[in-house]
């Protein structure tokens, strides 16, 4: 959950209408040229990315697409308030056998990118993908494989990568302006009330939702409201439940890992352990509220922690990265980059903040790279990557055991674990490149 991110607690309450300006540069233009964007999933994360691209010139919003009808409503709505014209569908399969489209722009529940995805790819359509990009490492591969098979720019939403001070970050890293790192720390806090998300019993979906197509490919349970869980004024529940996600590694782990992994060159972790559990909420989630990760990489170690009853204190640095060198020390977050000496170093302070929002800067590059056919910033491959890492984390934990990762061959050394890095489909569903 992006909890932190203050422009998202913002849109929860005015449903994309703050999103009023374009900030296009690129080279789409004109009636004649206009690109086409079917949205797939059109809850809070989908109505925003929906309300980004809806404001660059050259887009149409030619398809809205959600399996239960409020979403699909209320996001239809949006693209009308910006002179669009959206076709309004439940099944996603009518918008990716529509020719006339483009691109789609998947945001739903994190179970169903890597089908979807696939089947875009497939098609012919480019994709814009929410992150995690997999739930499993089988499916991460297959994405991959899918995009360069069939020539598509796959754009994934780790959209910090897109950020002037994110990307000054990374420049700093390279450069070796902080020396030798052997330490990188990357961490998201908050202080929430014990009873959590609670613990409705299961019920009987609402009419207005296409239950079986929701749950797809994942195993087929009794509906309940928070595995759904969609709220007012909420992200979907459907996170903390390891049939649809991977819990807060997986959902803010996915942004600050990738931020490691892109400033140092984007590697793999060699080992991985993982430690944690439900130690705070007594709801009925069923991924960790506490949780720590330690990755060994090629030179360095990282790390990942997560906890849910104690900020210190504080509002500020609640979710971050720190790069750790023997020269200074490297701080950034959603909001500022700092650089801090370490005494008796040469090394200059610094701090540069954020000046634009990185999200529709992620759009602009997405948009870009369709008309020139570049890789964008999150290209699939990279965002996988580092969507992998997590799994991993979430597969430590899971299984109780140190993974030892072998990058050439894609797989962890410990055979118990892998029920846990592999996903079955539910029939009739499968996962075909």
């Known amino acids: 959950m992006d909890t932190f991110d203050s422009g998202r607690r913002h849109f929860l309450k005015t449903t994309g209408a703050a999103l009023t300006t374009s900030i296009f540069t690129g080279s ?29 010139p050259g887009v149409e919003i030619a398809a809205v697409c959600d399996v239960f009808q409020p979403n699909m409503e209320r996001a239809a709505a949006i693209a009308r308030r910006q002179n669009h014209q959206p076709k309004e569908f439940r099944d996603f399969r009518e918008i990716i056998a529509d020719k006339s489209i483009d691109f789609v722009c998947i945001s739903t529940p994190d179970h169903w990118h890597p089908y979807m995805a696939v089947e875009a790819c497939k098609a012919g359509k480019d994709v814009y993908v929410e992150k995690p990009v997999c739930l499993g490492i089988d499916e991460g591969q297959k994405m991959v494989a899918a995009a360069r098979k069939y020539e598509r720019v796959v754009q994934a939403g780790t959209w910090q990568r897109s950020g002037a001070h994110f990307q000054k970050a990374a420049e700093i890293v390279r450069s070796g302006q902080l020396g030798k790192i052997t330490f990188c720390r990357s961490w998201i806090y908050e202080n929430a009330p014990q009873a959590g998300i609670g613990n409705p019993p299961d019920g009987t979906p609402p009419k207005d939702l296409d239950y079986q197509l929701w749950l797809g490919p994942a195993p087929d349970r009794p509906f309940n409201p928070n595995r759904f869980g969609v709220y007012p004024r909420s992200y979907s529940f459907f996170r903390w439940f390891w049939d649809y996600a991977g819990g807060q590694l997986t959902d803010s782990g996915v942004h600050m890992l990738d931020i490691l992994q892109m400033a140092l060159d984007d590697p793999m972790p060699k080992a991985i352990t993982a430690l944690g559990g439900k130690l705070w909420f007594t709801d009925n989630r069923e991924t960790p509220d506490t949780m720590l990760v330690s990755f060994e990489y090629p030179g360095f170690i990282g790390s990942w922690e997560h906890r849910c009853n104690n900020t210190e204190g504080i509002t500020s640095r609640l979710m971050g990265v720190n790069f750790h060198g023997t020269r200074g020390t490297l701080y950034v977050d959603r909001n500022v980059c700092r650089v801090t000496p370490e005494k008796g170093s040469d090394l200059e302070a610094l701090e540069m903040k954020r000046v634009a929002d990185p999200h529709p800067l992620h ?35 899971r299984s109780k055991l ?22 079955p489909y539910r029939a009739p569903w499968k996962l075909e490149v």
């Open 28 to 56: 789409i233009r004109g009636a004649n040229d206009r690109i086409r964007g079917g949205f797939i999933g059109t809850g809070v994360m989908g109505s925003e990315n929906l309300g980004v691209a809806a404001r660059q």
């Open 402 to 423: 140190r993974l030892d990762w072998d990058d050439q061959k894609q797989t962890v050394l410990q055979q118990e674990a892998l029920q846990y890095l592999l996903r």
């Open 363 to 397: 759009w602009v590059n997405f948009l870009e790279c369709v008309k020139t056919r570049q890789r964008p910033n999150s290209d699939i491959e990279k965002c996988y990557r580092s969507s992998a890492t997590c799994l991993l984390g979430n597969a430590s934990y």
